[in-house]
Structures are given as structure tokens and as C-alpha cells.
């Protein structure tokens, strides 16, 4: 089984930018679909961004024009770059993954934290 590991979470005020990083052991990531999802307290878990195999990205809507998602398969690594970071944005983040001819994510990271201050 994939293990993923996120990193590069913290504690910034708003309009901050972070880096979050997902590293996946044993997959090789260009035939995987890779995706970020948040958990904000007291909610759902949501979608934020993801990147498909074959490097299309997609965004919620509420990230767009602000966080970036990109893939490094050399390193079975993904990122997000998030900028004009706003408090509604605190929550604990996940990357996932999954084959690309899959419909649902089976792979999961423990998650890291994103506080956003005011």
C-alpha cells in the first residue's frame, strides 16, 4: 500500500503564502491522479485541488486564482502552493491519490495542519 506524507503546514496571518508538500513511496505518480482536501473543525471534509495524470489541474472555487497545485513524478512528489492565504483556509489538509482509471481516491496522507490567523 501507498503511503503518502504531507508536509509544510503552520501557523501564518492572513495574506501569508505556505507550501505544502505530498510524498508518495512506492507509486509511481505519472499514471495516479493526485489530489489536496481539507478539513476545516466542525465541517466535512472538501475538495481542494487536484492534478490528473496527465498534469490538468482543477480547483474548487474558492481557491482558484490563489492556490496552485503541481506535481514533480521524478520525485513522487505533489504540491500546493497556496498565496493570499485568508482564515477560512485553516483547516487540516490531505493528499490523496488514485489510479487514474479509478473513481474514487483509496490512498490517503495523515494530514497537516494550515492555521490562518486574522
Known amino acids: 500500500q501507498v503511503q503518502l506524507v504531507e508536509s509544510g503546514g503552520g501557523l501564518v496571518q492572513a495574506g501569508a503564502s505556505l507550501r505544502l508538500s505530498c510524498a508518495a513511496s512506492r507509486r509511481t505518480l505519472s499514471v495516479y491522479d493526485m489530489g489536496w482536501f481539507r478539513q476545516a473543525p466542525g465541517k466535512e471534509r472538501e475538495f481542494v485541488a487536484a492534478?490528473?495524470?496527465?498534469?490538468?489541474?482543477d480547483y474548487a472555487e474558492s481557491v482558484k486564482g490563489r492556490f496552485t497545485i503541481s506535481r514533480d513524478n521524478t520525485k513522487n512528489t505533489m504540491y500546493l502552493q497556496m498565496n493570499s492565504l485568508k482564515p477560512e483556509d485553516t483547516a487540516i489538509y490531505y493528499c490523496?491519490?488514485?489510479?487514474?482509471?479509478?473513481?474514487?481516491?483509496?490512498?490517503w496522507g495523515q494530514g497537516t495542519q494550515v492555521i490562518v490567523s486574522s
Open positions: 490523496a491519490n488514485k489510479h487514474w482509471q479509478s473513481r474514487d481516491y483509496d490512498a
Open positions: 492534478i490528473r495524470s496527465n498534469g490538468l489541474p
